[in-house]
């Protein structure tokens, strides 16, 4: 298990693939508010209305039981947003988890907000962020407001496939 940041003790793991998996399937994440390594729209920064912005998600693995969205800074490491124990059958996806399924959890996010915390770089500084889905071979059954640490934790060994959509904002 590799550790993140300062320490093993409770900190973040990058979680390893499901026994018998040494290549993760591929999944698409497409949005129609903006394309790969292209600019967010203001209305999905903090310069706007600070809304989710609408995520398409190609097919899952047959195998997969759940998904876990994680909506990061890519550069520094933080996330913005965590959510998990979405159906793998999930086409579209909003930030309030409708047609996620019954089962869809927010958890907190690098902030300890349950919530999507818009991207918002310090003034002058551009940054990328990256909407990143991947596929498990099980539901991962933890509270909403889970941490992203208990959430990688229950994740290890069980990942089956990913995809992410990545674009940037500055001010």
Not at 13 to 33: H, I, K, L, N, W
Not at 37 to 61: E, H, I, M, Q
Not at 69 to 87: I, R, W
Request: hydrophobic residues 40%; negative net charge; proline residues 7%.
């Amino acid at each position: 298990m590799l550790c993140w940041g300062a320490g093993c003790g409770g900190g973040r793991v990058e979680p390893r693939f499901a026994p018998g998996v040494s290549t993760p399937a591929s999944m698409t994440v497409t949005s129609e508010a903006f394309r790969e390594g292209g600019r967010l729209p203001v209305d999905n920064t903090c310069d706007g209305a600070g809304n989710f912005p609408p995520l398409t998600l190609s097919s899952a693995p047959e195998a997969a039981k759940s998904l876990v969205l994680v909506v990061e800074d890519p550069d520094v490491g933080t996330a913005l947003m965590v959510a998990f124990d979405l159906a793998p059958t999930t086409r579209t996806l909003t930030g309030d988890l409708k047609g996620a399924g019954p089962e869809a959890r927010l958890g907190a996010n690098d902030a300890r907000d349950v919530a999507f915390a818009a991207p918002c770089p310090a003034q002058g500084e551009g940054r990328r962020y990256r909407f990143r889905v991947i596929a498990l071979d099980k539901a991962l059954g933890l509270r909403e407001g889970a941490t992203r640490e208990a959430i990688e934790r229950e994740m290890d060994g069980h990942v089956l496939g990913e995809g992410s959509l990545t674009g940037w904002f500055a001010h």
